[in-house]
């Protein structure tokens, strides 16, 4: 097991957000499809998360109170999001995708994930989910670079050997799709 030695409970909240914002953005940049939405949703997160800063008495636990900030913002945001529907003189040519394929592409690659050892699931976890660098990636689970490296290579060579004998040709998310991973659940 592997304890995390940020953020440092002594911090202040400025310092706290110089330290975390980028690692924060791509959390927000995971959560709305919209990369200026997604500085807004952190700006807004971070904003509610000051007033309440002195009540947070783990300060380890900051990243995971933001992110909660986050989530419920964005639901709010969706809620009050007014709905219209905008008239037009003709239908379009082309079908509309509804991305059930990429939905049932990201069930089979959640499902082939579970044949990965623990440690494989977490090295690829936080270098391609939570886009940790290979030295964070080390430090998180207390094992070297080196094997981090090692450990992903071998890990996504399964994963590629196990997509093939599932689907060889599964398709790429368009454009008009947006599949994001499934908030607050991780492969551990």
């Not at 509804?98 to 049932?104: F, I, M």
């Not at 070297?144 to 071998?154: F, N």
């Amino acid at each position: 097991m592997h304890t995390c030695t940020y953020p440092d409970p002594a911090l202040t909240f400025e310092e706290y957000v110089r330290t975390r914002q980028d690692t924060l953005l791509r959390k927000a940049r995971r959560l709305v499809p919209d990369p200026l939405a997604a500085q807004d949703l952190l700006q807004t997160a971070l904003l509610r998360t000051y007033g309440r800063w002195d009540d947070i008495a783990d300060k380890q636990l900051a990243d995971a109170y933001v992110r909660r900030v986050m989530i419920n913002t964005r639901t709010e945001w969706w809620r009050a999001r007014k709905l219209q529907e905008l008239p037009i003189e003709q239908s379009p040519d082309a079908p509309v995708g509804d991305c059930t394929e990429q939905y049932a592409d990201r069930m089979l690659l959640m499902d082939i994930i579970k044949t990965l050892t623990p440690q494989q699931r977490s090295v690829v976890v936080l270098r391609h989910w939570e886009q940790m660098s290979t030295d964070e990636t080390a430090t998180a689970l207390g094992i070297a670079p080196g094997t981090v490296k090692s450990t992903l290579h071998r890990a996504l060579a399964q994963l590629r050997q196990e997509l093939q004998h599932g689907d060889p040709d599964l398709a790429s998310t368009p454009a008009n799709c947006s599949v994001n991973p499934p908030v607050g659940r991780r492969a551990r």
